[in-house]
């Protein structure tokens, strides 16, 4: 599996941003697909989640209500929509998938928050 992950970019506070994680086999095949954050001197954390076969999601406490995340099928990949940006979303952003007892990371994109 390889992902394919785009988006991200710099915007102001309130603004917002969309993450894209595509991978390039079959996403029926994905157990779940996860995006991680990592601040800069802070430790990578698990922000959101997304289960393609039964569409359910998880989200951090930090971003609920403002992150969501969409699957596309159609592209075998999935979308994480970024509302109402804090500075604090400032963070390299990283997609993760698990394909049975397979872990992959797309590469990370940087979202920039400006005050």
Avoid at 14 to 22: E, I, N, Q
Avoid at 45 to 66: C, Q, W
Wanted: aromatic residues 10%; contains cysteine.
């Amino acid at each position: 599996v390889q992902l394919q992950a785009s988006g991200g970019g710099s915007v102001q506070s309130g603004g917002s941003l969309r993450l894209s994680c595509a991978v390039s086999g079959d996403i029926w095949s994905i157990n779940f697909m996860k995006w991680y954050r990592q601040a800069p001197g802070k430790q990578r954390e698990l922000v959101a989640g997304f289960i393609p076969a039964g569409g359910m999601t998880y989200y951090a406490d930090s971003v609920e209500g403002r992150f969501t995340v969409v699957g596309d099928v159609g592209k075998n990949a999935a979308h994480l929509q970024m509302n109402s940006l804090k500075p604090e979303d400032t963070a390299v952003y990283y997609c993760n998938v698990r394909q049975g007892q397979a872990v992959y990371w797309g590469q990370g994109t940087l979202v920039t928050v400006s005050s």
